[in-house]
């Protein structure tokens, strides 16, 4: 929330100010007050508001010295808002000389305090805004390279990508940390622990992303085997209940990142990672068989090449001559990894996204104690690939991405909840929408919002806040930027004069 500091040497005039409004509704908070200047700088610079409300002949210190004070002090300065009385123009010239935002007249209009306050909130938003889709894209980007590069698309053009992103030297060695998860963990209980690692000191909140299998990976310039200890410690401590394995790769290249990858997905399957942190040069591959690999490979064949029949026969057979042949569990289990993961390095690398359905799958492996019990799973995998595939869902689920956006505009949805939803990757509903409406999709879902609220502000008597809330804004401040944005008005402006025009 931002914050507002009220000043005024009147107690009835900071009574009334905390009253004119709902501050809380439109996201802000009252801090504190004082009645006169000096109290009031030294309480501004402890408390440091957004927004300062002051009369202009204060004792002490007076309004306008109370701008030039604030406006030297390190950090941003508030906005100032001031009260006068009439025949004080010459204190008002100074004051916007100053810097002052605007001001009102005594007594206080709240219709007026509420069109500043709006437009205030607006510029906040787009501030905040610029900063918070810088971030979005960055991240967006690191996460998509790095993705990539696990899954074994190892062009030069996305190892140049990753080394730059990360700041390292060309052809330098990069650290790779994953993050097992338990393989029951929701979407919320994964999201909640990326942002923790996220939050850490010296961890690149970038570089941390959900790989899918209940892993989590976090991708940096090389670090020192100390280095590296340290931080799987920390992550540790503060996600003990969160996290059953940690695994430390050694610094090394990206192409290799990988074939580890898949040997680490059939050791976790078979029991291996008994503690929190384990480095990877300790993992003896003895559940990982060339044989099976090459097995699960040529399966993969067939259903890339569309020949899912023969794909699941095959499948159908190795599995049972694995059984007659006495093989261990953990070793159907490693198999039927290697399917599950080549699987979704195919899908990835198409468009698709079917992370759910694999997590699911992987979870049901490691309950598997047959045969018949894995194959079935894999079984039904393969199907639901297919389906998809099939129907080109990542191409012709046109009308299935809009509709998805029209019943669910009002939520606070994103291009990933979207994916998950309907199983496309966020990227090519991105494509869908730009192509279908000339619009990225954050500005296609601002406009039936914001088409929404011109409704509801002309039709009903709700608040503005409360609107703001109903068409899926929770911060004030952002809703009035983009209807100032829409409407080339603030909501209380579009209001007045919808109704004047009855």
Not at 16 to 38: K, Q
Request: net charge negative.
């Amino acid at each position: 929330m931002y914050k507002v500091f009220f000043v005024d040497d009147e107690p009835y005039i900071i009574e009334g100010l905390n009253l004119l409004m709902d501050w809380n509704a439109m996201g802000i908070e009252i801090i504190g007050s004082a009645d006169n200047g000096t109290d009031a700088l030294e309480k501004i610079k402890e408390l440091k508001p957004d927004i300062v409300v002051t009369d202009i002949h204060l004792p002490g210190i007076d309004g306008l010295e109370l701008i030039k004070e604030c406006a030297s002090l390190p950090g941003n300065c508030p906005e100032f808002l001031l009260l006068t009385g009439y025949g004080e123009l010459e204190y008002i010239k100074k004051a916007m000389r100053l810097g002052a935002r605007g001001y009102l007249l005594k007594p206080i209009n709240p219709d007026e305090l509420s069109e500043y306050i709006e437009l205030i909130l607006c510029d906040f938003s787009k501030r905040d805004d610029t900063n918070s889709e810088s971030d979005e894209l960055i991240s967006y980007v690191a996460s998509d390279t790095f993705m990539r590069i696990i899954f074994g698309e190892c062009s030069e053009k996305l190892i140049r990508r990753a080394e730059f992103l990360l700041g390292a030297e060309r052809g330098a060695e990069l650290s790779l940390m994953l993050f097992g998860l338990p393989q029951n963990s929701s979407f919320a209980e994964t999201r909640r622990f990326i942002d923790i690692i996220r939050s850490l000191d010296g961890v690149d909140p970038e570089c941390v992303f959900d790989m899918g299998f209940s892993f989590a990976a976090y991708v940096s310039k090389a670090m020192t085997t100390e280095e590296s200890t340290s931080l799987a410690q920390r992550v540790a401590d503060v996600c003990e209940n969160l996290i059953e394995a940690i695994i430390v790769l050694p610094p090394g290249s990206p192409e290799l990142w990988c074939d580890k990858i898949s040997r680490v997905l059939v050791e976790r399957q078979a029991g291996v990672y008994k503690n929190k942190i384990f480095d990877y040069s300790r993992i003896n591959n003895a559940d990982y068989d060339s044989d099976i690999e090459m097995d699960a490979e040529q399966i993969l064949e067939l259903a890339r090449n569309g020949d899912y029949d023969a794909a699941e026969k095959e499948l159908k057979s190795v599995f049972f001559a694995m059984e007659r042949a006495g093989m261990q569990t953990r070793r159907l289990r490693g198999f039927a990894t290697l399917f599950m993961f080549g699987l979704y390095k195919y899908i990835q690398r198409i468009g698709l996204d079917c992370e759910v359905l694999f997590n699911s799958a992987s979870f049901r492996i490691t309950r598997a104690l047959h045969a018949y019990e894995m194959f079935t799973v894999c079984s039904e995998l393969l199907e639901q690939v297919e389906k998809l595939i099939m129907k080109g869902k990542y191409v012709s689920e046109f009308q299935s991405v809009m509709d998805y956006i029209e019943k669910n505009y009002k939520k606070n949805i994103t291009l990933t909840d979207i994916g998950r939803a309907i199983y496309i990757k966020s990227a090519v509903i991105s494509k869908i929408v730009k192509n279908a409406t000339g619009m990225k999709f954050s500005d296609y879902l601002n406009k039936l919002r914001m088409q929404e609220a011109c409704r509801l502000i002309s039709k009903t008597d709700m608040t503005i806040a409360c609107v703001a809330s109903e068409v899926g804004y929770s911060d004030y401040a952002y809703f009035a930027n983009k209807f100032k944005q829409y409407s080339n008005c603030l909501p209380s402006q579009y209001r007045k004069r919808v109704r004047h025009m009855k």
